[in-house]
């Protein structure tokens, strides 16, 4: 228990640390006129310097009349004859209203709380302000519809309670690309901010977005830019900062995780997103908000938002330093939520685009928007807003439209806008733009995405491609400044990025068209690069495209020639998924022996190249696959063994793949290994990568295992490196091709002597039981890497 001494000398060092770092270089207990002051600092003005006397004071109670009164009699003379002194009483509990009176009543002196002397030091007022009003001036409170977690729940009621729990986790609100992560950031901090300013013992809300990042940002350097030198926050120092947010003063907003992790691997958006989270602390509050998709997989989610590593054996272990965020997930709109969002902001477009709108008109096409022909588009907010947006034109019909053609017209219509500036040449016509935004788009997209890119980084190719044929007076920084003035970018004096990443990805698409029906495609490099670039978003782009018009499909077609040459070109699975969506597979021969077309037949029993369901054809096809490849060239193995450990990753019962395993360790083979051992004891066999990879494979990465009497064999998934290795080779990569830690899956023995019995009769099935069950046979047989046969 703290005596009254130690807990005013406490209270009073804690006032000392704020005003340290704040390089006011305070002094503790010194003696001015025989009175013993507490605190002493001087803080720099213009032309001449302040000096504070503060009394610090924690009586655990209300500051009353007669407590104010002993404070302004012993400091009154400190400061009543200088002009340049100041005395305040700083309280760690409340201050009655007649004691606040008595003190402020008199000149150069003032009485206040811990929180507001907190507030003070670091002037936020004009950056609550900011945010406060910030979405009044785009009319928000009269269109926005609250987003709702998957569990139904208000997502700023769920932030409320969370603030009010000291001890909760932080919060990872996640959701796909247009479901108004940003905009409830935004919506949130102002309402935080209007509640901050009326009452200082609130937190006050920082909102950060992350979309600008750079490789190499600390975190010192993020947060001044922030609030230094955009906000203008008089006062701030780091240090300051640091120590406020750690005695639980402000409540971050970090806004969009996944635009920061676009164009890193995952290893350096790790020790990015650590760099964060030294924010983090026992009273610290963090809400970080982005695409879930951003994390590729299970391993990804754990190590982020969980705070838990995975080791080389695939045990779980916590990251040292992180806590785990409570992960809340954006329900899209529900259809009424939709039509609801519609009917408000729809009319709030037309006046922004005419000054008087005709009412009846407003009235009939807002039937036709929420008429239901929309409703599998509209329950993204993203794409309702651009749906209004189109819908402005009254001479546009509304039918058959998709996801592809929605994007289409409304970038159209805003780079029509872009045009009709004033000070556009009109030497470079709309086409022109558009393919400029798209090439921009792209290159942004190959290098980095969403970050902050210098003007005079753009290339000049990029700009003389797009304006080939046309006669200008530009030399290449006038081109470059032109061509970027009409560009749907954030644009700053010598800076630029795409804010709104749909339309990237959107620009991206139309741009894999282009290269497409230009042949650019069909360079080695060209083609490396572009297909391995295709996310879900798009693939969905290029896949509703192909529904809108044949001329789409027809482009895409020209895909599958790409996968046909040697060696096969990288791709990822998504680009797979859009092949699979526009070609007709009846031309596909099952039996070429080209990696590719191995994957492709799998992909399409599949349905799907994510491979998140696994038909049963697939399985059939997959057992198939690894039979025909076994005698083939190692690459054809490597490609059909990449698929199985990619299908045993995913799939949670292994009983449900044993036809494939079956396959895998094929029972001749491994009855062949037992004749071996019974003709010869004391021969070792070598088993050569080169020459048998599915035989190697299992030598390399399975191992047998006894539980409770049972025998299982275990498959370390480490083998998808492994074939990874072999694929990369030949320029042949998906999405799957990534560091993964080891991890096992196990089957038991008795369910795969089963599945072959049928087939391989008795005899076999006794042998291959044999080989599981002896050790020593299972010794006689190594896997070799460089030997050949």
């Known amino acids: 228990m703290y005596s009254t001494v130690q807990k005013g000398n406490a209270f009073r060092d804690q006032v000392v640390s704020i005003l340290a770092a704040t390089n006011f270089n305070p002094l503790a207990e010194t003696r001015h006129n025989h009175i013993k002051v507490d605190v002493t600092w001087v803080a720099p003005q213009f032309d001449e310097s302040l000096r504070y006397f503060a009394e610090a ?58 929180d507001e002397f907190q507030r003070k030091i670091l002037r936020v007022e004009d950056y609550l302000s900011e945010l406060r009003d910030r979405p009044s001036d785009e009319q928000l409170d009269k269109w926005y519809v609250p987003p709702r977690s998957e569990e139904g729940r208000a997502l700023d009621e ?70 230094a030198a955009k906000a203008k926050v008089h006062g701030y120092s780091f240090s300051l900062f640091s120590r406020l947010n750690q005695a639980g003063r402000f409540v971050i907003f970090l806004d969009g995780f996944d635009e920061m992790k676009h164009g890193m691997t995952f290893t350096k958006f790790d020790s990015m997103f650590s760099e964060l989270l030294r924010l983090d602390g026992p009273r610290a509050k963090i809400v970080v908000l982005g695409r879930d998709t951003a994390l590729h997989n299970d391993e990804e989610f754990r190590a982020i938002i969980e705070g838990q590593l995975t080791t080389e054996y695939g045990l779980p272990m916590k990251a040292p330093g992180r806590r785990p965020f409570t992960p809340v997930r954006i329900k899209d709109f529900s259809v009424d939520e939709a039509k609801d969002y519609i009917r408000r902001f729809f009319p709030i477009a037309m006046t922004r685009h005419v000054k008087d709108p005709d009412s009846k008109w407003i009235e009939s096409r807002l039937h036709e928007l929420t008429s239901g022909q929309f409703d599998t588009i509209i329950t993204r907010p993203v794409h309702a807003s651009m749906l ?143 297909l391995s670039l295709i996310n879900a978003e798009i693939a969905d782009f290029l896949i509703t495209g192909a529904q809108e018009t044949e001329a789409i499909s027809r482009t895409l077609s020209h895909w599958l020639d790409l996968l046909t040459e040697k060696p096969a070109t990288i791709i990822s699975d998504y680009a797979c998924d859009v092949i699979l969506r526009v070609v007709d597979w009846a031309i596909v021969d099952r039996n070429a022996n080209t990696p590719w077309m191995d994957w492709l037949s799998f992909y399409s029993h599949g349905k799907s190249a994510s491979r998140k369901t696994i038909t049963p054809a697939a399985i059939e096809d997959l057992a198939y696959r690894i039979t025909k490849a076994r005698n083939k060239p190692i690459e054809e193995q490597a490609a059909v063994l990449f698929l199985v450990a990619g299908l045993l990753v995913r799939q949670g019962v292994l009983e449900d793949v044993t036809p494939v395993l079956a396959a895998w360790f094929s029972p001749e083979i491994i009855a062949d290994w037992v004749d071996t051992y019974d003709s010869n004891s004391r021969t070792t066999n070598a088993v050569s990568k080169n020459s048998y990879l599915f035989s190697w494979a299992m030598l390399k990465f399975t191992e047998v295992l006894r539980r409770n009497g049972k025998i299982f064999i275990r498959v370390d998934l480490s083998l998808l490196s492994e074939c990874a290795e072999v694929l990369k080779k030949i320029g042949f990569v998906g999405d799957d091709i990534q560091a993964h830690s080891r991890r096992f899956e196990d089957i038991s023995l008795d369910y795969y002597l089963d599945h072959i019995r049928t087939t391989v009769g008795p005899l076999t099935t006794a042998k291959v039981e044999r080989y599981f069950c002896d050790e020593k046979i299972r010794r006689r047989f190594e896997p070799v890497e460089r030997r050949s046969r």
């Open 388 to 530: 209004c947006e189109i819908a402005k034109d009254d001479s546009f019909g509304l039918q058959n439209l998709t996801k592809f053609g929605l994007y289409e017209r409304f970038v159209h219509v805003l780079l029509r806008r872009e045009v009709q500036k004033k000070g556009r040449d009109s030497v470079f016509s709309l086409k022109v733009r558009q393919r400029f935004n798209s090439s921009l788009a792209y290159w942004l997209w190959e290098n980095g995405g969403a970050k902050t890119v210098d003007l005079e980084s753009i290339p000049i190719g990029i700009c003389k491609k797009v304006t080939k044929g046309i006669i200008h007076g530009y030399d290449d920084k006038k081109l470059r400044r032109e061509l970027v003035a009409g560009c749907l970018v954030d644009k700053g004096t010598e800076t630029f990025y795409f804010s709104h990443r749909s339309i990237q990805e959107f620009l991206v698409a139309t741009e894999l068209l282009e290269m497409t029906r230009s042949r650019m495609l069909w360079e080695r490099k060209v083609a490396s690069q572009a």
């Open 158 to 227: 769920i932030v409320m309670e969370w603030l009010d729990v000291e001890s909760a986790q932080q919060i990872a609100i996640m959701g796909g690309y247009g479901k108004g992560k940003s905009t409830f950031a935004q919506a949130m901090c102002s309402k935080l901010a209007g509640i901050a300013l009326k009452d200082q013992t609130k937190r006050v809300p920082i909102l950060i977005p992350l979309g600008e990042i750079n490789d190499e940002i600390s975190l010192e350097g993020l947060i001044g830019k922030h609030l």
């Open 57 to 114: 004071k924690d009586y655990g109670r209300t500051f009353t009349k007669e407590d104010c009164h002993k404070f302004v009699v012993e400091y009154g003379p400190l400061v009543s004859n200088d002009e340049n002194s100041r005395a305040w009483l700083i309280s760690k509990g409340p201050i009655s209203p007649d004691a606040r009176a008595l003190v402020d009543g008199h000149a150069r002196m003032k009485a206040m709380t811990y």
